[in-house]
């Protein structure tokens, strides 16, 4: 099976049109404020309509008020909802679209418990807690607390980068990637470089794993 990617938290057009044509299946943008690689619905659709066909486009929200996640879906052509906060599975399922729920991986976490609980999710995504932000920290998680044999696409964050995709592809063998801080030249400006190392490491990666 492929490991498909997701590169979040997108600011420039020539960033996101650069990682589609690289072979990212999916592009991140931020609706969280005090992110910064938060981006205005302005931009986003000026991002989004700048892509080429086959690119999803995912967006992410932080324990946002209902009304402003439909503003942005009435005008922000999305595909999925990410959900980053403490959203409840009622809460993420209530605008019609396919969404992620994000869990921050800490020691005790009940993982198919939640697997269950957000049953109709199309992926858990695992990343790296941290008491003071929300994704994007740069920090990896100990892999080992993932369990084997989930019934959710597991998409694996926190702490990515090109010198540990491959090995991330051949130890969890998850559903797809997502990186942001990884490769960056700088917060919000990605690094069109470090975007096609991290692809080919994560090729390679399903070549062995294959």
């Given at each position: 099976?492929?490991?498909?990617?997701?590169?979040?938290?997108?600011?420039?057009?020539e960033?996101?049109?650069y990682?589609?044509?690289?072979?990212?299946?999916?592009?991140?943008?931020?609706?969280?404020?005090?992110s910064?690689?938060?981006?205005?619905?302005?931009?986003?659709?000026?991002?989004?309509?700048?892509?080429?066909?086959?690119?999803?486009?995912?967006?992410?929200?932080?324990?946002?008020?209902?009304?402003?996640?439909?503003?942005?879906?009435?005008?922000?052509?999305?595909?999925?909802?990410?959900?980053?906060?403490?959203?409840?599975?009622?809460?993420?399922?209530?605008?019609?679209k396919?969404?992620?729920?994000?869990?921050?991986?800490?020691?005790?976490?009940?993982?198919?418990?939640?697997?269950l609980?957000?049953?109709?999710?199309?992926?858990?995504?695992?990343?790296a807690?941290?008491?003071?932000?929300?994704?994007?920290?740069?920090?990896?998680?100990n892999?080992?607390?993932?369990?084997?044999?989930?019934?959710?696409?597991?998409?694996?964050?926190?702490?990515?980068?090109?010198?540990?995709?491959?090995?991330?592809?051949?130890?969890?063998?998850?559903?797809?990637?997502?990186?942001?801080?990884?490769?960056?030249?700088?917060?919000?400006?990605?690094?069109?470089?470090?975007?096609?190392?991290?692809?080919?490491?994560?090729?390679?990666g399903?070549?062995?794993?294959?």
């Open positions: 099976m492929r490991t498909r990617v997701k590169i979040c938290g997108f600011t420039r057009i960033d996101a049109v990682a589609a044509h690289t072979g990212v299946d999916a592009i991140g943008l931020v609706f969280y404020p005090p910064p690689r938060h981006v205005e619905i302005e931009q986003a659709i000026r991002i989004v309509n700048a892509l080429p066909a086959f690119t999803s486009v995912v967006a992410l929200f932080v324990d946002e008020q209902e009304a402003k996640i439909r503003d942005v879906l009435a005008k922000v052509p999305i595909d999925c909802i990410q959900f980053h906060g403490d959203e409840t599975a009622e809460a993420c399922r209530i605008y019609g396919r969404y992620i729920k994000a869990i921050s991986m800490r020691e005790g976490i009940d993982i198919p418990a939640l697997v609980y957000y049953h109709d999710a199309a992926g858990l995504l695992l990343d807690f941290h008491p003071d932000a929300k994704g994007g920290t740069g920090s990896q998680f892999w080992n607390l993932i369990p084997q044999q989930l019934d959710l696409p597991i998409i694996l964050a926190g702490g990515l980068d090109e010198t540990n995709a491959k090995l991330a592809v051949q130890s969890v063998r998850p559903y797809a990637l997502d990186v942001s801080s990884g490769v960056e030249a700088r917060k919000g400006i990605k690094d069109s470089l470090k975007m096609a190392a991290f692809i080919k490491q994560v090729n390679e399903d070549r062995v794993t294959t």
